[in-house]
């Protein structure tokens, strides 16, 4: 069964908003490596539908490397209530907001590697709800914004196991952690 891991960035005070306003001086070599790694690794992005709209007006003309060639060629599923098609962005899709659950255990069925969601707001509260989360992994910025969209809301509450610590040479930690309800 493939794994769904939501990778996203927050600031040591724990905001995530605008992460472009904030994380790209921390992009050193061993970081953007781990993070092409963890890119190849999978096969299929899993996106709410405000990160997907932003993705989709930027990622397409971001080729040229292995890293944005590897985003913009793979599958993309925008789960969202409101939308009825997908953006202009190669192989995306929609996952209607009321078949989350359905749609997203037909998927971790589907042969195949890795599901990344970035991002982390409803969508990854919902997935870890009903079990379909299987780790975080929180790449803490040595920043402090002081306020902003924090990493975890209410609705985050369910208990993690740590699973791994990845430490760059930017300062960049990356914490693993899974539900402990997830399969290993």
């Known amino acids: 069964m493939r794994r769904i891991i939501a990778s996203t960035y927050a600031t040591l005070d724990g905001y995530i908003d605008n992460p472009h306003l ?28 405000v990160t997907y709209e932003g993705m989709a007006q930027a990622w397409p003309t971001m080729g040229g490397n292995p890293y944005g060639d590897h985003v913009n060629s793979i599958e993309k599923y925008a789960v969202s ?6 953006a202009d962005w190669n192989n995306s899709f929609v996952i209607p907001g009321d078949r ?13 590697k890795d599901i ?35 990493l975890f809301r209410p609705e ?3 208990p993690l196991a740590h699973a791994d610590t990845t430490t760059f040479g930017s300062g960049v930690v990356v914490l693993s952690y899974r539900p402990v309800t997830a399969a290993a």
């Not at 209530?81 to 997908?86: N, Q, R, Y």
């Not at 409803?122 to 803490?140: F, K």
């Open 156 to 158: 985050s509450v369910t």
């Open 100 to 112: 989350l659950v359905e749609s997203v255990t037909e998927l971790k069925n589907r042969p195949g």
């Open 22 to 49: 904030w994380s790209m001086e921390y992009n050193s070599p061993d970081a953007l490596q781990y993070a092409l790694d963890l890119a190849l690794g999978a096969d299929a992005l899993l996106l709410g539908r």
């Open 81 to 86: 209530s409101t939308m009825d098609a997908p």
């Open 116 to 150: 990344l969601v970035w991002g982390h707001g409803r969508l990854t509260d919902d997935l870890a709800a009903h079990g379909l989360l299987d780790e975080h992994r929180i790449w803490i910025c040595p920043v402090l914004k002081g306020s902003g969209e924090p």
